[in-house]
């Protein structure tokens, strides 16, 4: 074993005895890799704010680029979910080879190398109304898969379905792993993908990169975010060299726009609410936030009208006046009238309901 080899496996076990004190950005570096490029500090970045929930949400700032990398040993910690991975241009990272235990059978069911849409028989209605996803956490962390502006979006494009984003590049160009996770499809697909990678992530989502010029991973393999997983092409049903990205939970696309801001490379948010209509091919990223707004001042119009006591009317009698009445429920002529859209001189038929609250 050479030297750095050696270096790499000091300073990993090293860093086992201060796993409690990694930061959110889970990547380490050997001395021999400090040029490696960094993305900004997380508090760097502008903060943004949904107008929904008034909540503070700042972009995650990708991970540090691994480029082409193979592992080439692992290494136990105290954690036996949790190992730590040697890379051949001697940097280390904090790989969980085991699900959460919210869900230890991310990695067994519905798995499949051989086909690339594998979840047989699960539809929408199949899935909850909606599901919270942890994206990055102090271990995990988040990459793009190709910075740059978008050639075509999510949704419906010349009477089909298109359920990605393509991003436009150069043959050849590094393609990246977005999260953490295993590889279940590396292969050429006679489906329009062409050469196609899809890794199942820890958390349950599956990310989709297709028309690849080369593929860098196999079936099976743990692979890193930010770690190159392939190269840009234009294989299979495609008119020029772009990434088709997708992204899918339980077999259900969306848009993968929700995730990522493709023209910085930021990920919008640590954690995400999918909503079982968002799996549709119409519910674009863009619209969120409109039909979430509406949703929410139609909630604090039932809330305030809950707050007010209900409707109270009188049934009107022989000898009855506008302002007897408004005497007798302590309001006004005025308020009476508006209530009802009546005026002053409006005749009062017997058995008639006047508003009065």
Not at 264 to 290: N, V, W
Not at 318 to 337: E, F, H, N, S
Request: hydrophobic share 35%; charged share 25%.
């Amino acid at each position: 074993m050479k030297w750095y080899r050696f270096l790499a496996v000091a300073v990993a076990l090293i860093a086992v005895n201060s796993l409690s004190a990694q930061q959110s950005d889970s990547t380490a570096v050997t001395p021999k890799a400090d040029t490696a490029v960094v993305a900004a500090k997380v508090d760097s970045l502008p903060v943004k704010v949904d107008s929904l929930f008034n909540k503070r949400h700042t972009p995650i700032a990708p991970v540090r680029t691994l480029g082409v990398v193979a592992p080439i040993d692992t290494l136990p910690t105290m954690d036996d979910a949790l190992q730590i991975v040697l890379f051949n241009d001697n940097t280390w990272r904090y790989v969980r080879t085991k699900p959460s235990p919210q869900d230890s059978t991310i990695f067994s069911e519905h798995w499949n190398n051989n086909v690339t849409h594998v979840y047989y028989g699960i539809t929408v209605d199949h899935l909850p109304e909606a599901t919270a996803i942890q994206l990055v956490d102090s271990l995990g962390s988040c990459h793009y898969p190709y910075k740059g502006w978008m050639s075509s979006k999510y949704g419906p494009r010349r009477g089909r379905a298109h359920q990605g984003v393509d991003l436009p590049l150069k043959t050849g160009d590094p393609v990246y792993a977005t999260f953490d996770g295993k590889v279940r499809y590396s292969s050429f697909s006679s489906s329009g993908y062409g050469n196609l990678v899809i890794i199942r992530h820890n958390n349950g989502l599956e990310t989709y990169y297709a028309h690849l010029s080369e593929r860098l991973v196999e079936a099976n393999e743990w692979v890193v975010a930010g770690q190159q997983i392939g190269k840009g092409g234009s294989t299979g049903r495609s008119s020029g060299p772009h990434l088709h990205f997708e992204t899918r939970y339980k077999g259900q696309s969306f848009d993968p726009e929700r995730l990522f801001d493709f023209s910085t490379g930021e990920l919008r948010r640590a954690d995400l609410l999918l909503k079982r209509r968002h799996f549709s091919i119409h519910a674009k990223f863009e619209q969120d936030f409109t039909d979430e707004e509406e949703e929410a001042r139609q909630k604090a119009r039932e809330e305030e009208a809950a707050k007010k006591p209900a409707a109270q009317y009188h049934t009107i009698k022989d000898g009855d006046t506008l302002g007897a009445i408004a005497i007798k429920y302590k309001t006004t002529v005025k308020a009476l009238c508006q209530l009802n859209n009546i005026e002053k001189t409006t005749i009062l038929r017997l058995g008639r309901k006047l508003r009065v609250r």
